[in-house]
Each structure stands twice: as C-alpha cells, then as structure tokens.
C-alpha cells in the first residue's frame, strides 16, 4: 500500500509538473502577442530628421539658392564673359575726384602751352583732349577695378554659402543614414529576441508534454 501511494504522489507530481510546463509555453506564447521593444525604440529614432530639420532647413535652402545663383553667373562668365564685362561697367559713374583730377590736368597743360607760345592752337586743344581721355580712362578702369573686385567678392560669398548648404545636406544624410542603421540593428535584435522567446516557450510546451506522458 505504501508503495501504492508512493507512486500514486509521483505521478501526481509527475502530471503537475508536466502541465506546469505546457503552462508556462503557452503563456509565453501568448506573451508574444506583446508590443516589441524594437518598435518603441524606432518610434525615437524616427524623431530624429523631424528634430534636426528646423536647424538645418535654413542652410539646406540658402545653399541651393546659392547654388542656383552661381550657375547662372558662372555660365554667363563661360559663355560671354565680354557681355559680362559690359554689364558690370554699364553702371559706371564717374568717381568724386574726376573733375578736380580733370581740371589739374589740363590747367596743368594750359600752363605748358603758354609757356611755349602754343596756347589755343589745335595741338593745344588735341592734347587736352588726349589729356581728358586719358584721366577719364584712368576713372573709369579704377572703377571696372573695384567692380570686378566686389563682383569677385559676391561670387565667394555665394561659393561659401553653397558649401553651406552642402555640409549641412551632408549632415542631414548622416543623421538618416546613422537612424536607418539603428532601426535596422534594434528591428533585428527585437526579432532576434522574439525568436529566442518563441524557441523557450515552444521548448516548455515540449518539454511540459514529454513529462505528462512519461507519468500518465
């Protein structure tokens, strides 16, 4: 009889145990109907272009209109560079100081053609002329020079707010890029762990069964 009981507890035993075990696999089973960490973390990651974006915007948008502006001025240099030229003189003014470098010069002749018995005669005025030529041309091409300069100038700040704009659409790569990884890296490591726990409570199940029979 003691020994009766003695089975009959074991295999009581044996018979809880094994259900304890099919238990246990499938409330792990059905835990995995749960959300999966991997999808709470990209739901972050996610944020990160719509979070950078205001601060990168503006130079993303200066830069291509930059970029937009260079092109045209650079094809214009390329194809008529004298049309340019013109253009860029077409608003020439004479500087302050050309009347009085005018009226030095030729006082400063009139003085000479006296001196020499040839005030009034027509090499006099043909060598004022050249005179007036000469310090107009002079105006006009210090003008052209400094022109050209702050038109140089215009094209490096334009070239540099380009590179802007470049740099910060590199940025903005860089941050979907590295997010793109991440999401795939936690998608695969919230698979992997969901696989894992799918094994163990597959494993419960099986091994919860293989126990009930061996009592049953």
């Known amino acids: 009889m003691?020994?009766?009981?003695?089975?009959?507890n074991l295999k009581q035993?044996?018979?809880?145990?094994?259900?304890g075990g099919i238990g246990a696999g499938i409330g792990g089973l059905m835990g995995l109907g749960g959300?999966?960490?991997?999808?709470?973390?990209?739901?972050?990651?996610?944020?990160?272009?719509?979070?950078?974006?205001?601060?990168?915007?503006?130079?993303?948008q200066a830069g291509q209109g930059a970029l937009?502006?260079?092109?045209?001025?650079?094809?214009?240099?390329?194809?008529?560079?004298?049309?340019?030229?013109?253009q860029i003189g077409g608003s020439f003014q004479q500087s302050p100081g050309f009347q009085f470098a005018l009226q030095q010069a030729l006082q400063g002749s009139n003085h000479a053609a006296a001196a020499g018995g040839m005030a009034g005669t027509p090499q006099h005025e043909q060598q004022n002329m050249q005179l007036a030529t000469q310090?107009?041309?002079?105006?006009?091409?210090?003008?052209?020079?400094?022109?050209?300069?702050?038109?140089?100038a215009g094209l490096?700040?334009?070239q540099g707010m380009a590179q802007m704009g470049q740099n910060s659409?590199?940025?903005?790569?860089?941050?979907?890029a590295q997010m793109l990884a991440q999401q795939g890296q936690t998608a695969y490591a919230g698979g992997l762990n969901q696989n894992q726990a799918t094994g163990s409570a597959f494993g419960n199940v099986l091994g919860g069964l293989g126990t009930l029979a061996a009592f049953l």
């Open 156 to 158: 490096q700040g334009s």
């Open 135 to 152: 310090v107009g041309n002079q105006d006009y091409y210090n003008w052209l020079g400094q022109a050209t300069g702050l038109y140089g």
């Open 2 to 8: 003691a020994a009766s009981g003695n089975n009959f």
């Open 35 to 60: 959300s999966n960490p991997a999808d709470a973390a990209n739901g972050y990651l996610g944020q990160i272009p719509g979070a950078v974006s205001p601060y990168q915007q503006p130079y993303l």
């Open 169 to 176: 659409a590199n940025q903005m790569s860089d941050y979907i």
């Open 68 to 86: 937009n502006n260079l092109q045209g001025q650079y094809g214009d240099l390329l194809n008529n560079p004298g049309g340019k030229l013109n």
């Open 13 to 19: 035993f044996g018979t809880m145990a094994g259900l």
